[in-house]
């Protein structure tokens, strides 16, 4: 009996095993053409397909809402992602990992940024198809790129310095309502502000100094806090910066000029789809730059022994404020996005749920680590999207996956991995003959 | 003139007199040790001479610069690296990423570097790494260079952490305890190294020890401080004929 189970068992494990081989093989861009050829398939045929199986139109994000919604539909949907995404990105990594292989060597020796560039052209091109079935695509999207900017700044002060700021929506409504007051002053008409003071036409142009605009005077917050957290050594950041995000929420919703509580509306629709993209990338680049770098790796030496840092030379409270600062900025960014994108913003959207769900995507990614941010950001996003239909229970599910994720690995699911991208982009070793 | 010279320093923890007129002076390339019964407040001592308090009296000068008051990262700039008596290495962080540490203050690419990349910071970032590994391999432990620091043996331990203080080039070495906890054997290779790293870069070595073994083998001169005063200073043979010295600390070790 137990032999049969132990057979049992190690037969499944073989046949995983054999998976991950056939796998292991395939590089980054087979992937990725995997997944154009299934957004592509889903474009041409996705209608037809969801209406010969049955769904009322094409599944918005992988049939989760569906099964939730109308459980009786769960086979249709599951048809659904099998034959129109799984398929074509099994068949692409099974049967076509020797020329991928030779296409991801001829990439690799292309000029370095042209390499770059093509991956990620490639990559918005599938998240450009994706998105076109629907708007509810687009917006989804949108907000999960925001999500991986915020929680990768977030990551800067809590994984990578190992301190714990509570700060970042704050400076988000900093970011959100500085550019906004500037697009909607120089480029809308609007009662609050009147006029177009600028010509509209530029706005597209400038709209990237108004997000920059946003992210410093985020900045400019941050050393509100940074200067009496970092005076002395100990925890005063946390409670500090908690203090300052509901400041600055109860600062807004008292500034009648951009609206109080009732919040402001009619800024301009810059945050395309490949604004929101762009963003992203620089920022992931720019933050995984720093954290590369001797000079970001201060943070971690601080982290881990702040009196051996200094003895080493390192300049420990400059660090932590350049730290802080530059995370700050990028929450600004964060911020000036989301109101591009729901061409809204209220004071209420940065209280302590914003902060609870950063917070979520920063600890459930995995800390010191750029992939876990990018992981946390776009699974939590997702995971929220897919469990809509069940309201108030999705505030059930959630803290609780956390709380598992908390007791088996205290740091998140992807944590102290360095991200890679050259080392992403490498052929994988092309299988033996007889695999 | 001394490298270091410190006069009078006189440090308080509240009431406590931890240190009372504690006069140094550490030629170029000097060995010396400070010796003394538990508590007596030597690494009170480094703890001063390398910034991390600031004296209640008195003045440390290096190459005839007030340094006292500066801050440790100064300090250590301007070329004292130091051990700690109870390691204090990067839990997180490998090998190599400690001896490469330890350069941050002559890092020059800046913020543009670090955020932005580029040749410069590709040239700064290439060339702390070859040093860093001509250290390691120095210390017979390049091949841990992509270790965790966490996951290494306490003797490898150790060795990084001197490591890391040789490669911010000072003028004055502190070993805090270098060979606490250690068995004969690994005492006498971190007493080869201690001569190796000496007689390869030159700089002046101050060190702390329990061991009088290590201290009569490899110092000039030694100090030996009994309630943060110090009571006798000489050669290691003065030292160890010195009645006062006998009476407070020796008379309960051997010497050989
Ligand atoms: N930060 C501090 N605050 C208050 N008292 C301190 C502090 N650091 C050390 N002391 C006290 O100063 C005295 C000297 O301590 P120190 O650590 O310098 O001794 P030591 O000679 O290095 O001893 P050991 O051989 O045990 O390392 C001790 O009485 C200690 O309790
Ligand atoms: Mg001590």
Known sequence: MEKEKDREISKRKKVTDKIRLWFSHVPFIGWLLGCLLAVVVEQIFGSMVASMIGLPKIPALFGFVIILKEPFLTPSAIIYVLIIYLLPVFLIARFGSAWLNALARKLLSLPGWMTTLLYLLLMYGILHIWSDISAYRVLTMKLMMIAVILTLSLNVINGYMGEFSCSHPGFMAIGAYVSSALTVMLFADDKLFGPALLPPALGPYLFPLALIAGGAAASIGALVIAIPSFRTRGDYLAIISLAFMFIVKSIIENLEVVGGPRGMGSQPDYANLPTVFIWTVACIWIINNFVTSTRGKALNAIRDDELAAEAMTVNTRQTKMTAFLFSAFWAGVAGGLFAHVLRYVNPGTFGIQKLAEVLAMVYFGGLNSVYGSIFGAVSLSLLEEFLRPLELFKWIIIPLLLIFVMIYRPTGLIAFREFNFQKMIQPRKTPDKEV | MPLLEVKNMTHYFGGLRAVHNYNLAIEPGQIRALIGPNGAGKTTVFNLLTGIYTPTQGSIRLLDEEISGLMPHQIAARGLGRTFQNLCLWRHM???????????????????????????????????????????ELLGIRHLADQVVVNLPYGAQRRVEIARAISLEPKILFLDEPTAGMNPEELSKTMDIIRKIHGELGFAIYLIEHRLKVVMELCEKIQTLVFGEVIAEGTPEEIRENPKVIEAYLGKEVIH
């Open chain 2, 94 to 136: 490998t090998v190599l990423e400690h001896v490469k540490m330890a350069r941050y203050s002559r890092i020059s690419y800046g913020l543009t570097g670090a955020f932005f990349g580029g040749a410069k910071r590709r040239g700064q970032e290439a060339e702390i790494e070859e040093r860093a590994y001509s250290l390691l």
